[in-house]
Nanobody, 122 residues
Framework: QVQLVESGGRLVQAGDSLRLSCAAS????????MGWFRQAPGKERVFVAA????????LYADSVKGRFTISRDNSKKTVYLRMSSLKPSDTAVYYC???????????????WGQGTQVTVSS
């Protein structure tokens, strides 16, 4: 088992930056790729970004490419999502997940955090 806890979500204004964190505990963190997803009210959970175990490979949704950066610190068992130039359309609950690298479907990930709310006001 891998337990994941997200933090860092809050209310910000359009154009602001924010960094989300996802701390892992429990079974070894080693070997897992990590992903960030988001879910807006009334919408499906969608892929945002993913990073492989070593950090050498990253994937991004087109909607966040160039604005969001995913990174990880394996010594701290933590994954980060740096978000900049935030837009009201980025408002959602953000979830981190552990699973296979390259997977962009939510059901491809086996472990999930509880989510953290990001609200971007215009």
């Amino acid at each position: 088992q891998v337990q994941l806890v997200e933090s860092g979500g809050r209310l910000v204004q359009a154009g602001d930056s924010l960094r989300l964190s996802c701390a892992a505990s429990g079974r070894t963190f080693v070997g897992y790729a990590m992903g960030w997803f988001r879910q807006a009210p009334g919408k499906e959970r969608v892929f945002v970004a993913a990073i492989n175990w070593s950090g050498s490979g990253t994937l991004y949704a087109d909607s966040v490419k160039g604005r969001f950066t995913i990174s990880r610190d394996n010594s701290k068992k933590t994954v980060y999502l740096r978000m900049s130039s935030l837009k009201p359309s980025d408002t959602a609950v953000y979830y981190c997940a552990a699973g296979p690298y390259g997977e962009t479907r939510p059901n491809g990930y086996g472990y999930w955090g509880q989510g953290t709310q990001v609200t971007v006001s215009s």
